[in-house]
């Protein structure tokens, strides 16, 4: 049954008031707003909605969520199976080697706005059809769930506000949980570890955030938002416009026109403190990993908001052991975990496992021939007893399912199935799961 715009505007004011989901955060509109700018057909964005939903309560459970940027459908998958329980979507990894424009690029926002979802979109599913694999083939014996929350990167919402309200539509149609957008000018972003970075005043990053929270409202989603702030390091100011701004500026400005700032903890701080009613995360970013920064910025948030969740981004940016020691370095997470910081990943990993791997496999296969490739296969092999199964790569991508799809369409008469009496039966005794089971055999 389709309700009213009068009913859907009092259920939602209702469920804003009531559900603890919402305590805490603030909306510069109200219920009316939001029902008079949705269809008239209710859309349901299912892997977006379960997502958010699981993401939020991982969030407000004892412990942290640790993760790393995942470059393809293929790792995301990995990821799940080794036991990661969400994917984190990197808006430099994007940038770098996986944007729709097909170009290598530094993370300046120069590829199209729509890359990101469509890779949130690639991962779902990748992620789907292992779970249809698992269900067909009866081999999900670890009760395992696939679908992990996928928490991406809208950089600094690709422009203003409508941008960024058209960004997030298509991040939860995509099936994103979480979205993060930073405090940078869209037009100047730069990954927050490179110089150069150029803020936007306070009250237009809020414009941002609000614009994100009224398109998941509108699209009936409970996307987590995530704000970060590059205030730590930046130096440029696009206006001196905002009173908030104002204790930070200079006086001086470059020949951009831009206003010089200090940049600092204490910036960091007051940004995320005004941030603080508009998203369900806070997130400043560092230049390394220092645990007193990071006690310092939890104190004084958790001061003033005692339940907002922080985020940490562990990053491939930083030389860790140049500023940390080994037993820093193992208790590190939970350290940041028991001060709030609930999200911790590393951005980058994917595109480092990508690159050190395929590299040290190229330079032993170069020096070595098929020797190389070999030791390779026997640490899958090795790994099998770990959950791994993508040695067998034609099981791995499903050529078991399109079997049995074929089977159901003829019967279980069709003898042009796939895999069964394929080459994959050489690994038999490698991996967990055996072709007779997986394939059904055709009818007399």
């Known amino acids: 049954m389709i309700l009213s715009n009068e009913l859907q505007s009092r259920q939602l004011e209702y469920n804003w008031s009531t559900d603890k989901r919402w305590r805490g955060i603030k909306r510069n509109y109200s219920s009316t707003d939001v029902v008079k700018l949705r269809s008239t057909i209710p859309v349901k964005y299912t892997l977006a909605d379960l997502g958010a939903r699981k993401l ?19 790792q995301a998958v990995q990821m799940v199976k080794a036991g990661l329980q969400s994917i984190y979507l990197s808006g430099w990894q994007v940038a770098a080697d996986a944007n729709l ?37 009866n081999k999900d014996v670890r009760g395992l769930d696939w679908y992990a929350p996928i928490v991406a990167d809208a950089e600094a919402g690709f422009g203003g506000p409508l941008h960024a309200f058209e960004l997030m539509k298509s991040m939860i149609d995509a099936g ?13 972003k730069k990954c927050g570890h490179l110089a150069g970075k150029v803020l936007v005043p306070t009250s237009t990053f809020v414009r941002t955030l609000q614009s994100a929270r009224l398109a998941s409202d509108v699209l009936d989603v409970p996307t987590v938002i995530v704000a970060r702030t590059d205030a730590l390091s930046a130096t440029l100011m696009t206006s001196d416009i905002d009173l908030a701004d104002r204790p930070f500026l200079t006086g001086e400005r470059t020949p951009e026109g831009y206003y010089c700032i ?21 997130w400043f970013e560092t230049s390394k990993p220092d645990m007193k920064e990071a006690e310092i910025f939890a104190h004084e948030i958790h001061k003033h908001y005692p339940e907002k969740i922080l985020a940490y981004n562990c990053s491939p940016s930083f030389n860790w052991k140049l500023h940390l020691s080994d037993s820093e370095i193992a208790e590190f997470q939970g350290r940041l975990g028991k001060l709030g910081y609930k999200f911790q990943f590393i951005t980058l990993a994917g595109w480092h496992l990508l690159n050190y791997h395929t590299f040290d496999l190229a330079h032993h296969y170069a020096n070595e021939g098929m020797s190389a490739y ?71």
Not at 128 to 136: E, G
């Open 56 to 74: 939020w309560k991982s969030l407000n459970s004892e412990g942290y969520l640790n993760t790393f940027g995942a470059m393809t459908g293929g």
């Open 101 to 137: 424009s097909g170009q290598t690029y530094p993370d300046q926002s120069l590829y199209p706005s729509n890359s990101v979802p469509a890779v949130v979109k690639r991962i779902n599913n990748a992620l789907t059809r292992a779970d249809q694999i698992a269900n067909q083939t």
């Open 176 to 188: 994103a949980s979480g979205v993060h957008f930073e405090d940078q000018l869209a037009a100047e």
């Open 262 to 282: 200090r940049g600092g903890l204490d910036y960091a701080i007051a940004r995320s403190l005004a941030y603080a009613e508009w998203a369900d995360v806070l």
């Open 374 to 444: 070999v030791a390779l296969q026997e640490q899958e092999f090795a790994a099998a007893s770990r959950g791994y199964t993508a040695v067998k790569h034609q099981a791995e991508v499903g050529t078991g399912y399109f079997d049995e799809v074929l089977q159901t369409i003829m019967e279980g008469k069709a003898s042009t199935g796939a895999l069964l009496g394929s080459t994959e039966e050489q690994f038999h005794g490698h991996a967990q799961s055996e072709y007779k089971e997986e394939v059904r055999q055709p009818s007399p």
